[in-house]
């Protein structure tokens, strides 16, 4: 299985920055892509940024040039970098990884998997 820790959420005023890590563990083959997920109180979960394993990069663009997402492949983790927050930065963010993991009889499939999440609150 894959295990995500999210860390680095919290309460920051608007125009504050937070920075978020996501560590993957577990029986891990590879990773594909990886990526960081919102949830506002009633909305639905939209996706905030994305890199692949090629680091090609996407953003939703409520975001753009405010988030920076990175990656350290040797240690499977993500991060994003929030700057200029607003408050309608404001809700969960979720770790989103694709990966495959290693079996005794050799690897199976990409499946997403999702971290606990971790809440952002952005103040006015």
């Known amino acids: 299985q894959v295990q995500l820790v999210e860390s680095g959420g919290g309460l920051v005023q608007t125009g504050g920055s937070l920075r978020l890590s996501c560590a993957a563990s577990?029986?891990?083959?590879?990773?594909?892509?990886m990526g960081w997920y919102r949830q506002a109180p009633g909305k639905q979960r939209e996706l905030v940024a994305r890199?692949?394993?090629?680091?090609?990069?996407n953003y939703a663009d409520s975001v753009k040039g405010r988030f920076t997402i990175s990656r350290d492949t040797a240690n499977n983790t993500v991060y994003l970098q929030m700057n200029s927050l607003k408050p309608e930065d404001t809700g969960v963010y979720y770790c989103?990884?694709?990966?495959?993991?290693?079996?005794?009889w050799g690897q199976g499939n990409f499946f997403n998997y999702w971290g606990h999440g971790t809440q952002v609150t952005v103040s006015s």
């Open positions: 989103n990884v694709n990966a495959r993991l290693q079996y005794s």
């Open positions: 890199i692949t394993s090629s680091t090609i990069t």
């Open positions: 577990g029986n891990i083959f590879s990773i594909n892509a």
